[in-house]
């Protein structure tokens, strides 16, 4: 069977848990932002919407939290599990950033709790001030993480002698030329899924005949700050590929299927791969593979030629690319003409399809992550640790690993079953309307 | 002190900590899950869902920061523990992933579906029963080299006296811990009914507690006579463990200074968990490995020590606060929230 090899078993089984846990990674990494802009928004403003907006993201937040924890916690074991010959060399050197992730989690996870349980037992601007804790532990726990798997695409800080690991430095380690544009990628997109998910929320609320200034004031609010990261996406993700030239040519030449080292390279974007490996059917954009290389239309880009067959990233990744870069510029666009329309009173942004192409927009930010990961993880194959291990040699030796991945296929079934589940039952129970009319009750009631 | 003694210090102090607010999670989940079967609910469940929902996280984290700092101070574990634990780590974290996400979708959402409650009851025993049986691994026999690679003899484990003592140990232990603690908490709360029905539990699961504490050591004699030995050295710190089990217990049976009783039984845990660890000692893997062979480079071990010492620094205060809030907050124990909106 499939499974009877335990390094394919074990890449399918990590492929499987770290799709699954991305989802609420990137959740749990990019709405606390957002949850803090609303409260903020609300003070300032002193506008309850904006609080109450705040409350009930924190609430559905809280949850994909929790399940983000559970998925969390099992791909920190199963990276032993699954990986332990890894694990034990990079134990060695790279262990202190995976450490410092679960301070940073733990500093956030603490507050969350605090900030979640205490509404109404502090004053607003008390109680704001807890989401500061929130949002650096968030931010830092990407940080780290990213920061082990830019290690894994550029591994230095350390010789190897006969197979043992000497002269150990984990900071150099930990600052990698991977590191700058990993981290500040893994930021931005977090930021600008988490408010184009917001966004797809409030839209449809919009399209489902809510006409409620709050879903408005969402909208808005998520769109804006939306297209900033989204821009801040696209800059950095131009670095990247200048990063990728230079350190990983092989993954960005597997990526373009960009074959010959040649220069004023083109940029090859969908298309087919027949057998002879020649492109059909894609649009090819003169000069630009140079341009992202290299910032220069005529510089060299060095070709999957230079690469022994066996060290070549599998070619499907040009299409995890193209779809990542595709899924980019088209939020970038969605929501710069959203912005100028309501700057401009443009009537169509405020449109039923308009709107439905901002819904669908949640779900795309989503798959560009997924795309985005892909890219990065299957590019790098067949190294864990780049030029150093491969996957065969860091994989687990057990052979019960298929039946493992049975089981936890169901399990994540359930949980993403579940979190849709609640997540509805939560806000369906509790409409916006609802709660503002709760609030003004009270408030008419305590001013008499 | 050397590194390596730092280290797995750091390691077993954040294990204990597992240990205790681990226990009281597991246990808690088995009592509201016995108690909506007896028809008792409204009694424990309150309980739960005031100080558990707001910290189960950070009883999760203790046990992530285990397992990250044991790969980070002693990386050979990832090789020897990761390989043989395959089949029964994914278990343990399939059915940790099943308590988390009930506290994720029953309490954060709309409350709750009995079989859900029951399951969650259950993991809570088969979580620390699952865990547990590593340290009987640890104690050697059943973990052989064959070509280069760990392979674990499930079979001699699973017919093993020692494993199944320990694992009685260790569900006992949870249900104890976790009693104990909510008769104190009940108390606080004002909520006699449950004092009185964790007190029972309490008592009731202090002997088994104690049979199987006796039960494991006496089968280390046989099984690892050179632990044993080292047991019997530190006999002291096992002697003052069980003398405080026996204040526990009569604090409980005279029915007052519930508080008291919880520290005496923190300290009776910890002495009994240090004593452990200390006569386990040089050996993480009897025979295979000990914390010498198995330690990590001195640059990693010095920034590993710095980052905890840091992260402590930010942790305790950050901590402190959690604990006021929901443990000590007289009024939010109660489940009367002061409004100062």
């Known amino acids: ?448 | 002190m050397s590194l390596e003694i730092i280290g797995v210090s750091v390691l077993w102090t954040f294990l204990f900590g597992y240990v205790i607010l681990g226990s009281i999670d597991f246990g808690a989940g088995f009592f509201n899950a016995y108690s909506i079967i007896s028809g008792k609910q409204h009694i424990v469940s309150k309980i739960i869902q005031r100080y558990l929902s707001p910290v189960w996280e950070v009883t999760n984290v203790f046990f992530v920061f285990f397992f990250v700092g044991i790969v980070g101070f002693f990386p050979k574990t990832a090789f020897y523990f990761g390989t043989i634990l395959l089949v029964p780590g994914s278990l343990a974290i399939i059915l940790m992933a099943i308590r988390g996400s009930y506290y994720a979708f029953e309490t954060y959402g709309t409350r709750g579906h009995k079989g859900y409650a029951f399951m969650y009851g259950i993991a809570g025993l088969l979580v620390p029963a699952s865990l547990s049986v590593v340290l009987a691994i640890t104690e050697g026999g059943f973990v052989s080299i064959v070509d280069g690679q760990p392979v674990l003899d499930y079979w001699a484990l699973f017919t093993s006296p020692l494993s199944w003592s320990i694992v009685v140990l260790a569900i006992a232990a949870v249900l104890y811990i976790s009693a104990v603690f909510l008769t104190w908490y009940a108390h606080k709360a004002g909520d006699i009914g449950a004092t009185k029905l964790m007190r029972k539990y309490a008592l009731v699961w202090a002997i088994p507690l104690i049979v199987a504490a006796g039960g494991i050591i006496f089968e280390l004699s046989s099984h690892n006579p050179a632990h044993f030995e080292r047991i019997l050295d530190l006999w002291w710190m096992f002697a003052l463990s069980a003398i405080l089990w026996a204040a526990t217990v009569w604090l409980l049976w005279k029915q007052k200074n519930y508080g008291m009783a919880v520290w005496l039984l923190v300290g009776q845990f910890a002495l009994a968990f240090y004593a452990y660890g200390i006569s386990h000692y040089p050996y993480l893997l009897y025979p295979h490995l000990t914390i010498q062979d198995g330690f990590t480079n001195e640059a990693m071990a010095i920034s590993l020590i710095v980052v905890f010492i840091l992260g402590f620094i930010l942790l305790v205060p950050s901590i402190y606060l959690l604990v006021r809030l929901f443990l000590f907050d007289k009024d939010y124990v109660k489940g009367q929230n002061k409004k100062k909106e």
Request: net charge neutral; proline share 4%; hydrophobic share 55%.
């Open chain 1, 1 to 448: 069977m499939l499974f009877d090899d335990p390094v394919f078993a074990s890449r399918l089984l990590t492929l499987l848990t770290l799709s699954f846990h991305i989802i609420y990674a990137t959740i749990g990494v990019g709405v606390p932002i957002f949850i803090m802009i609303a409260h903020w928004m609300g003070i300032k403003k002193n506008d309850y919407h904006y609080i109450l907006m705040a409350k009930r993201w924190a609430r559905g937040f809280l949850v994909t939290v929790a399940v983000g924890v559970v998925t969390g916690t099992i791909i920190g074991l199963q990276l032993s599990l699954l990986w332990p010959n890894f694990m034990e060399l990079a134990g060695n050197i790279i262990a202190l950033p995976l450490f410092m992730e679960v301070f940073a989690f733990f500093f956030e996870a603490i507050f969350l709790g605090i900030y979640s349980y205490t509404w109404g037992r502090f004053a607003p601007r008390k109680h704001f001030l807890l989401l500061i804790p929130v949002v650096i532990g968030a931010g830092f726990s990407a940080v780290f993480i990213t920061i082990v798997n830019a290690f894994m695409n550029a591994p230095q800080g350390f010789d190897l002698i006969n197979g043992q690991l000497v002269n150990a430095n984990p900071l150099l380690a930990m600052f990698t030329a991977a590191m700058p544009t990993k981290v500040s990628h893994v930021l931005a997109t977090a930021y600008m899924t988490a408010a184009f998910m917001l966004a797809a929320i409030a839209a449809y609320k919009l399209i489902k005949g809510s006409n409620h200034v709050y879903h408005k004031k969402a909208l808005h609010m998520t769109m804006k700050v939306g297209l900033v990261f989204a821009i801040a996406t696209a800059v950095i993700g131009d670095f990247s590929g200048k990063y990728l030239a230079e350190y990983q040519p092989e993954k960005l030449a597997a990526a373009e299927w960009h074959f010959e080292t040649e220069g004023s390279a083109p940029l090859v974007l969908y298309g087919l791969l027949d057998e002879d490996k020649e492109v059909k059917y894609a649009i090819k954009v003169p000069f630009a593979l140079s341009i992202l290389a290299h910032g220069n239309p005529t510089a060299e880009v060095i070709g999957l030629d230079q690469f022994p067959e066996e060290e070549t990233p599998p070619l499907i990744i040009h299409y995890f690319f193209d779809a990542m870069v595709t899924i980019g510029m088209f939020m970038i666009l969605l929501a710069l003409i959203y912005w100028l329309g309501t700057r401009l009173s443009w009537t169509f942004v405020k449109t039923n399809w308009f709107r439905w192409l901002i819904v669908l927009g949640g779900p795309l930010s989503f798959l560009a992550i997924q795309a985005g990961w892909w890219m990065t993880e299957v590019g790098r194959q067949p190294w864990i640790l780049r030029g150093i291990m491969t996957v065969d040699e860091a994989a687990t030796s057990s052979d019960h690993v298929g039946l493992m991945f049975i089981l936890f296929a169901t399990l994540y079934l359930i949980l993403g079953v579940g979190t849709v589940v609640v997540l509805r039952r939560i806000f369906k129970n509790n409409p916006v309307d609802l709660e503002l009319e709760r609030y003004e009750a009270k408030l008419g009631g305590e001013e008499k």
